[in-house]
């Protein structure tokens, strides 16, 4: 008899883990590639496949509400401790996060068919960059879900300063943008949503990785210190838009 | 983690009820427990856990001589109730178990009425001075240990007669009527169903600070629900020991970890 460090006595055990495990890396690639269509669909004015980011968010809710059942299912029935305790409360809010990391890229592939002027919206250029850092929070924070690996939670955390300045800069393009050109309002305000829609992402991101540090480590991460945000008030303002 | 070893000696807030320092039990050339040292706090339950075989029930014996009573078992190190000396040569045994009262795995109600099983020990320690006084020490350890309403009206029945869960209950009230100051309990719920055992984690969480309690369990849940302070014991030795919640949640040692996770060998 000893300690074998990873497998459990009872095998049945491992089993619901690492079916939880499948389905999380399953919900975090579908909201990864629902903000990479979206933003496709939306660089391409392409209606159809905005659509189908919006019918497949359905995928997503559906995921979720299997890993939410599974995860209390075990909980009820193994009675999880310790690090197994702390993956498995893990994993119940990482999966409502990565849904409304989901319902944000359905919000941006609503709003394809509403700008139709992509071309004369200066600010638009920088979403590309912007979406590709918020999804690569959305794969690194999952990946160290996969890993356990805390190191790489608090760089998905350090990292999302990037995604947060981006908006920042957007904001300011975008109301310059309104002021020079009036007409342009109401696309431009869509724009800004979109942004603020990527920001969120980057947000949620970062609470993964937050999830995933306390289960790996048993101790809360380290704050990340924000510096004043000029947008701050004007954020909570505009605030969350997804459904 | 820091400090695990402070931490491995120190109960947590206040003075401890009973300390012990560098302990080892022998059994013949058999070592069991290998220089543990760890204080029982008043306020707190403290619950022993580890593998079958890893000494718990050793230890607990030594708390309050119950190892005296197995010819080949030798104490060695400084065991202490209230700063005195528990191995010391002037140390009334008989006096140190009503001090520190044992519960035992299988309920072992003598073969006597429910009214002479709790009377026991205070008629042979002189605690009563009538038999109104009897009585109330009587009535009160039997509601202390939940029992009252239960027997109140068959005081008379043997107390053998009794169901599994009531005549551990018996047994607690029986360890509660000489007052002592510490109750030792090895597996008390491990005969019991769950019902029975509820009602004596739900009658410790009563009792917890009138009495310093240490129970030995293998129900990790149970550790969980009714201690404060939890050891983990493996191969004679104290692994860790510290906050229950702490314990649970985020243990220290990896070894820890393995036993209470379920993924021990
Ligand atoms: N009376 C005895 N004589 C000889 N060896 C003993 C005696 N009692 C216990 N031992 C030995 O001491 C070691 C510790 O036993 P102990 O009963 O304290 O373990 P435990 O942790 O209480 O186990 P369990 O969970 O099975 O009750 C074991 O190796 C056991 O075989
Ligand atoms: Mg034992």
Redesign the pocket.
């Known amino acids: 008899m000893s300690p074998t460090g990873t497998e459990h006595t009872v095998k049945a055990f491992d089993s619901d883990i690492n079916e939880l495990r499948g389905m999380v890396a399953e919900i975090g690639g579908r909201s990864e590639q629902a903000i990479a269509k979206s933003m496709r669909a939306l660089e391409n004015h392409d209606l159809v496949l905005a659509a189908e980011v919006v019918a497949e968010d359905k995928l997503i809710d559906d995921l979720e509400k299997r890993i939410d059942d599974l995860t209390f299912q075990t909980i009820a029935l193994r009675a999880p401790m310790a690090d197994d305790l702390r993956e498995l409360i893990a994993t119940f809010k990482i999966s409502g996060v990565v849904e409304r990391i989901g319902d944000y890229a359905k919000n941006i592939a609503k709003r394809v068919p509403l700008i139709t002027q992509a071309h004369s919206l200066g600010p638009i250029s920088l979403l590309p960059s912007m979406s590709k850092i918020a999804s690569e929070l959305v794969r690194d924070s999952l990946d160290a879900f996969a890993r356990r690996d805390a190191d790489l939670a608090m760089e998905v955390n350090r990292r999302d300063q990037i995604v947060d300045d981006f908006y920042n800069s957007i904001f300011r393009a975008v109301i310059t943008h309104m002021i020079e050109n009036p007409k342009d309002i109401g696309e431009a305000a869509h724009l800004l949503f979109i942004a603020k829609n990527l920001e969120r992402i980057g947000d949620h991101a970062t609470n993964v990785a937050e999830m995933v540090y306390f289960a790996a480590t048993g101790e809360p991460m380290p704050e990340r210190s924000r510096g004043d945000n000029p947008t701050d008030l004007l954020d909570d303002a505009l605030s969350d838009e997804a459904d | 983690m820091t400090n695990s070893k402070n931490e491995m000696i120190s109960a947590g807030d206040g003075s401890p009820k009973m300390t012990t320092r560098n302990v080892n039990v022998f ?2 050339d ?1 070592q ?1 427990i290998n220089d543990v040292s760890i204080d029982v706090n008043m306020d707190n339950v403290t619950a022993f856990i ?10 607990l014996r030594c708390l309050n001589r119950m190892n005296d009573t ?1 010819p ?2 030798k104490v060695t190190g400084e065991i202490t109730l209230e700063g005195e000396d528990i191995y010391s040569p002037t140390m009334d045994v008989v006096q140190l178990r009503a001090r520190v009262g044992m519960v035992f795995q299988k309920p072992n109600p003598f073969p006597k009425s429910i009214y002479d099983n709790v009377a026991y020990g205070p008629r042979i320690h002189g605690l009563a001075a009538g038999k109104d006084e009897l009585d109330n020490i009587v009535e009160t350890s039997l509601q202390r240990a939940g029992l009252w309403g239960e027997v109140k009206d068959r005081l008379l029945d043997s107390g053998t007669a009794l169901s599994g869960g009531q005549q551990q209950r018996l047994c607690i009230a029986r360890a509660i009527a000489v007052d002592p100051e510490v109750i030792l309990m090895d ?1 008390p719920c491990s005969a019991l169903d769950p019902i029975a055992t509820a009602k004596i984690e739900e009658l410790i969480h009563e009792i917890r600070g009138r009495y310093a309690i240490v129970i ?1 369990t ?1 129900n990790m849940q149970q550790a969980a629900r009714v201690s404060q302070r939890t050891a983990f ?1 493996h191969l ?1 030795t104290l692994v860790e020991y510290g906050e229950t919640s702490e314990i649970f949640t985020n243990p220290t040692e990896t070894q820890t970890r393995d036993y209470i996770t379920g993924r021990y060998g």
Do not use: D, L, Q, R
């Open positions: 059994y013949g058999k069991a580890g593998p079958s075989g890893c000494g718990k029930s050793t230890f197995i080949i078992a597996e030995v293998h014991f004679g």
